[in-house]
């Protein structure tokens, strides 16, 4: 089956780029939501590049429905060789928020040369608690024969201590606010699965970064997740205290952004081989 291409859209520096990067944004919202990173970036020199994954924001299907896990990687793989494209032989560097690092890392497991680094911002690697045995048993069931059933609400209060981040986020129409469909959330979980298990092979340099107060994804099961990605030399872990999900929409986002800056000067140079 051929399916609609992704929108895709981006942000460019003036002169020449240092180096590209790819945004894969979270379950439920878009990559336009990332507009003030990418001004950022691009003041830094790297061009920007962001997905609206299968179901989200600009790009066709059911809203919050991703199809399969297999469709969007792909979808993110092709958004990354544009970049390549373009970039030369600057670095290109993926980034993926909460679903989006998920979808990330699975894409960086499989490019592997391709890519000079790869960024994660709250990466849902791990269910926890929001996915006891009996609802995962009920979900498969429904995922097969009512997938687009909902089955998981994101409350917006949870993503930012920021009212105006909040406000914006619950007006946004390009931002899903019913439930999850059904098919989404498995097609997740089976993604989690594969990538703690693949996670030693990751090839590339890796930056996660996490708020201590995520109430969304699991801290806890994310630092046991960075123990086992790739070589321990090429791997940070930067944790915010009190920070709600969207670190990158907290008050207290100068500093997350600047540790973002920082590791990119410190790490991806070239592609890698």
Request: charged fraction near 20%; charge should be neutral.
């Amino acid at each position: 089956m051929v399916h609609a291409r992704p929108y895709v859209q981006g942000w460019f520096p003036e002169g020449r780029p240092v180096g590209s990067f790819v945004i894969s944004h979270g379950l439920a919202e878009h990559g336009g939501r990332y507009a003030t990173l990418a001004a950022e970036l691009n003041a830094a020199g790297w061009a920007v590049h962001a997905i609206d994954h299968a179901g989200h924001g600009h790009s066709a299907g059911r809203r919050a429905d991703i199809g399969s896990m297999r469709r969007v990687v792909d979808d993110l793989a092709g958004v990354v060789r544009l970049a390549r494209e373009n970039a030369s032989a600057a670095p290109v560097v993926l980034f993926g928020h909460s679903m989006g690092g998920l979808i990330a890392l699975k894409c960086a497991l499989e490019l592997r040369a391709e890519l000079a680094g790869l960024v994660l911002s709250a990466p849902a690697l791990d269910p926890g608690e929001a996915a006891p045995a009996w609802r995962v048993q009920l979900g498969r069931l429904l995922a097969k024969v009512a997938p687009g059933v909902g089955m998981l609400t994101l409350p917006a209060e949870a993503l930012s201590r920021d009212p105006a981040v909040v406000q914006a986020y619950e007006r946004d129409p390009l931002v899903y606010r019913g439930s999850i469909p059904v098919r989404t959330l498995m097609e997740m979980l089976v993604a989690m699965q594969q990538v703690v298990e693949a996670a030693p092979a990751l090839q590339v340099p890796v930056l996660i970064q996490h708020g201590t107060a995520d109430r969304l994804v699991s801290l806890p099961a994310v630092e046991g997740i960075y123990q086992r990605l790739g070589e321990p030399a090429r791997r940070t872990l930067i944790t915010y205290a009190g920070l709600y999900h969207e670190i990158y929409n907290e008050p207290e986002r100068v500093q997350v952004v600047a540790d973002l800056l920082a590791w990119l000067k410190r790490w991806p140079a070239r592609p890698a081989s």
